[in-house]
C-alpha cells in the first residue's frame, strides 16, 4: 500500500524558514516524480514544485521560486521542500503526492499544516 | 501559463440527479486532465485521468470527458457521499502544473 507521511509543519514567524518532509513507502520512489500541493483555509488547491525521480530536474510555481526547493533522498526514500522567506500567503495545508505520467498526483499524504503568524 | 477555469462553482442537486461540471483550460492540455473529488479536512482523492480515464476503484456514475481545452465530469446518479468538492487540474508539462477553482456539489 502506497503511504506518504508529511511531518515539520507547524507556526513560524514572518520571514522565517521551515523544512517539510515526506516519507514514503510502498512503492519503488526512486522511479516516480514528486510533487508537493499546498492548499489555503477556504482555496483550491495550488501547485508548488515537482521534482524528477534523480533529482535532476526541477520545477516550481512563480509565487516560491527563490524561496522554496524541493529535494528528494532516494536512498531514505524521502522528499522535502525548504522554505524560506516565508509569508502570510504561504499559509496552507502541505501535501506531498507521487506523480504517474498518465494521470498526475495519483497518491496523496494527509496533508501537513503550515501556519505563518507572528 | 495555462490558466483553468470551472463552471459552476457551486451546484445545489438532489440524491439521484445527473450533475455536469465543466474545466476550461486557457491553451490546450490535449487530454493530461485530472479531477479530483475532496472532503474538508481530507486531501483530494482521484477520480478520473487523461481526460476520461477512471480511476481504479472508483464508482462508474463518474464519467469524464474531453480534450484540448473543454472537459466535463459527470455523476451519474448523485448519491449521498458525492456531496464535495470537485476541482480539475492539468498536467501536460512537469513543469507546470494547475488545479481549477473547484465546484462544489451541495445538498439542494
Known amino acids: 500500500e502506497v503511504q506518504l507521511v508529511e511531518s515539520g509543519g507547524g507556526l513560524v514567524q514572518p520571514g522565517g524558514s521551515l523544512r517539510l518532509s515526506c516519507a514514503a513507502t510502498?512503492?519503488?520512489?526512486?522511479?516516480?516524480?514528486m510533487t508537493w500541493v499546498r492548499q489555503a483555509p477556504g482555496k483550491g488547491p495550488e501547485w508548488v514544485a515537482n521534482?524528477?525521480?534523480?533529482?535532476?530536474?526541477?520545477y516550481y510555481v512563480d509565487s516560491v521560486k527563490g524561496r522554496f526547493t524541493i529535494s528528494r533522498d532516494n536512498a531514505n526514500n524521502s522528499l522535502y521542500l525548504q522554505m524560506k522567506y516565508l509569508g502570510a500567503d504561504d499559509t496552507a495545508v502541505y501535501y506531498c503526492?507521487?506523480?504517474?505520467?498518465?494521470?498526475?498526483?495519483?497518491?496523496w499524504g494527509q496533508g501537513i499544516p503550515v501556519t505563518v503568524s507572528s | 501559463d495555462v490558466q483553468m477555469t470551472q463552471s459552476p462553482s457551486t451546484l445545489s442537486a438532489s440524491v439521484g440527479d445527473r450533475v455536469t461540471i465543466t474545466c476550461r483550460a486557457s491553451q490546450s492540455v490535449n487530454s493530461w486532465l485530472s479531477w479530483y473529488q475532496q472532503k474538508p479536512g481530507k486531501p483530494p482523492k482521484l477520480l478520473i485521468y487523461k481526460a476520461s480515464t477512471l480511476e481504479s476503484g472508483v464508482p462508474s456514475r463518474f464519467s469524464g470527458s474531453g480534450s484540448g481545452t473543454e472537459f466535463t465530469l459527470t455523476i451519474g446518479c448523485l448519491q449521498p457521499d458525492d456531496f464535495a468538492t470537485y476541482y480539475c487540474q492539468q498536467y501536460n508539462s512537469y513543469s507546470l502544473f494547475t488545479f481549477g477553482p473547484g465546484t462544489k456539489v451541495e445538498i439542494k
Open positions: 510502498g512503492f519503488t520512489f526512486n522511479t516516480y516524480w
Open positions: 521534482i524528477k525521480p534523480d533529482g535532476s530536474d526541477k
Open positions: 503526492a507521487r506523480v504517474v505520467p498518465e494521470a498526475g498526483p495519483d497518491c
